[in-house]
C-alpha cells in the first residue's frame, strides 16, 4: 500500500529527539490543517491528540462543506463569503472527497420563521422575492471564489422538485428553489489532511495526551506528553505552540494563563436514517423553518440520510454528549412536517451528537444565533489558539492560526490556498485510470465508486493488497462496498489503533450498519490484531471494548439488531482465510 508512516514507536521517539518549529495540540480537523499549513510552509511540526483524529467534533458534523446560507439573513456577509470561497477551494483541491450537491429549498404557506427570520405577516407576500434575493447573493458571493463551476441557483416546478426529493410534501408548497453547495465526509477529511501533512515532515500522534506544558522564561516551549497506550512520558519541545483543540480550547489555555476568550459549546444532534423508509438519493433537502430559529437538512450519505441538526447550548462536560429520545422525536417531528414520509424512532438506524465551539461575547445569546467566525487568540508569549469556525473553513482557520504563530502580517498567503490533498488526481485521465485498474481487479462498480471516493488515487495500494491477497476484496459486511483491505490500511497507513477508529472513522460502518457494526467487529479486530500483532486475548478485549462504543450509536428506546449469533457468523473465517492459516 505503498511507503507506510514510520511506527508509532518511531513516531513518539522523534516527538522527543528535537525542538518542533510548531507543536500543535489537537488532531481534528483545526488541527490538521494547522499541521499541513505549518509543513507545507517548509517548518517542521509535531501534532498530538489525546483521543483519535476527529474522534470529537470533526466526526460528528452535518458532512456539509457550504458557506452557510442562513447567515444571509443574520447579514453576516463576509463570513458567508470566506466560506464560499473555502467551499471552491476543496472542490478544487480535494475532488475526490468533496463533491458538489444540489440542494432543494421550498417555501411553504404559513411560514413563521423562514431561513431562522421572525418576520411580521405583512412581508409574507415577500418571501419568495426575498428569498430569491437571498439565493441570487449566495451565487454572486461564490463567484469571487475559484469554484465559478457550480451551478447558479434557479426556481423548480412542482414536479420537479418532487423528482428531487420524492417525499418532499406538496400541500401548501408557494415555491421552490435548486442551489448548489457541497458535501464531504468530515473524519476522512480529517484524516486525509494529516496525511498530506506527515508526506511534507510532519510528525503526528493519536492517543498522545498533553497534561501540561514547559515554560522557560516565561515563555511556553513545549508540552509534557504521556502516551495512553504504553503509559510513557515525554517532552515535547518547540518554538511556538498552537492549541486547536476545539471544544477544550478553553480548558487547554488555562492551564497556561486565563484563555482570553468566553467559548460556548453547543450540541448538534444527528439521525442516521433508513434510505428505504426515507428516499432522498439525488439531491439534499432544505428544512426551511425549525422551532429555534435553525436551517436543518436531509441529506443522501453512505447509503442512508442524515437528518440534523438540532442546536441547543451545552454546559456538561466537553466530551460525546449523549443523544436522548426527545431530541430524536424533535428532528422526526420538524421533518416529517415538510416530508410525506411516515418517520418514527423505528426507522433511525442510528444517531450521534457533537458539540460546536462557539465564540460568544454575551452569555445570553441563543446559540442558534451566534456566529460561525473563529478567533486567533495569542495567549501567551509561544502559545496561540485557534477556536471557533466550522469544518468549510478550516483551511483559512489554520493560515490565520500560522500566520499568528509567526508574527505574520494577518491574511499573508498559505501554500494551502491551491495545494492538492493526498489522492487528489492530477488530473480526469488519472482518475480514469484508477477506475479501470479497480475494475480489472474485478472489484464491483458500487466498490470502486466507494474506494475513489474515500482514497482517490490512493485506492491503487488497495488495489495492491488485493492482488497480493484476494481475500482482502471480501465485502465487510453485506450490501456495503467497504472491503477488508480498507482495515488493514487503517491500521497501517492511517495510525487506527482500535476497532472504533476503523469502523467509526475510517470506513463510517458503524453509523450505517443496523447493529452500528458490533456484527462485524470481530472480524475487524482479527484483520487488525495480523497487521498490529495483537495477542488473542487482545484481539478479544478489542471487540468488547468497540461493543460500548456502539451502543452510544443506538437510537433511545430501539433494541439493537444484531446480536451474538450475527457477531459469530461474522466472526467465522471465510474458506480462503483458513487455508491460508492452515499453510
Known sequence: MGRAPASRAERLAALGARTFDVLVVGGGITGAGVALDAAARGLSVALVERSDFAEGTSSRSTKLVHGGLRYLPMLDIRLVREDLVERGRLLRNAPHLVRPLPFVLPLYEGARRPLGLRLPGLLEPWLPLGLRCGLWAYDRLAAAGPARGLPRHRGLSEDAAVLLVPPMRRRGLRSAYLYYDAVADDARLTITVLRTAVSRGAVVCNYASVEGFVVDGGRVTGAKVTDR??????????????????????????????????????????????ADRLPVRRAAFVLPETDDGRLAFVVPWQGAVLVGTTDTAWDGPPGAPAVDGGEVDYLLDHASRFLDAPLRRDAVLGVYAGLRPLVSASPDRSSARLSRRHEVVRTGPGFVTIVGGKLTSYRKMAEDAVNEALGLRAGTASPTRGLPLDGAPASAAVGREVWREGRRAGLPRPTMVHLVRAYGTRCRGLLEAIADRRVLAEPLAPGQPHVAAEVVAAARDEMALTVADVLLRRTRLAHVLPGHGVEVAPRVARLMAEELGWSAEAEHRAVREYAAVAASLAVPGIPRVAGPREAASAARPSQEERTRRAE
Do not use: E
Open 229 to 274: 497506550v504504553t503509559g510513557a512520558r515525554l517532552i515535547v519541545r518547540a518554538r511556538v505552540v498552537v492549541n486547536a483543540t476545539g471544544v477544550w480550547a478553553d480548558a487547554v489555555a488555562g492551564l497556561i494563563a486565563p484563555p482570553g476568550f468566553r467559548l460556548r459549546r453547543a450540541k448538534g444532534v444527528h439521525l442516521v436514517v433508513r
